[in-house]
């Protein structure tokens, strides 16, 4: 019944559909690299000369876990995001940096409250989970 007032027809799109598709995810990821191209700390991370290829893999990751297309899997199979960020010294410093600038991508796309909240949890989980190294103060 397409006009039952108590239908509630969004609830079965994805959480990608429901804040804009690919449009919304790549402006997350950059406001995020133009971030991480500036800082001092989490740059030395990406070895490319260009951000581009870092930014293209981060951008298929996010969309296929949303709900998005299944490029990410098709093009470099399971993410095993802690064994892929294993070469590089994740602190808590690096996590909280990473954060910053992920606060300020989440901000810049203006999305209603719950699709932020339910955005910020996860980025604010994975980051912590990706930490594999003390923090500097804590002596090597």
């Given at each position: ?29 950059d ?25 293209s ?77 003390p ?6």
């Open positions: 019944m397409q006009n039952d007032p108590f239908s509630q027809p969004g609830y079965t799109d994805s959480f990608y559909d429901a804040i804009g598709g690919h449009d919304t995810f790549v402006k997350l990821i406001v995020f690299y133009d971030g991480v191209a500036k800082d001092p700390l989490l740059r030395p991370m990406y070895p490319e000369e260009d951000l581009g290829p870092a930014k893999r981060f951008l298929m990751f996010l969309e296929q876990y949303w709900g998005g297309p299944t490029t990410y899997s098709e093009e470099r199979g399971h993410p095993r995001l802690r064994m892929r960020h294993m070469p590089f010294r994740v602190t808590p410093e690096a996590k909280d940096r990473w954060l910053f600038h992920m606060r300020a991508a989440v901000d810049s796309l203006g999305l209603s409250p719950l699709h932020e909240g339910t955005l910020w949890d996860y980025m604010e989980r994975a980051a912590m989970t990706m930490i594999n190294s923090s500097a103060s804590e002596g090597n």
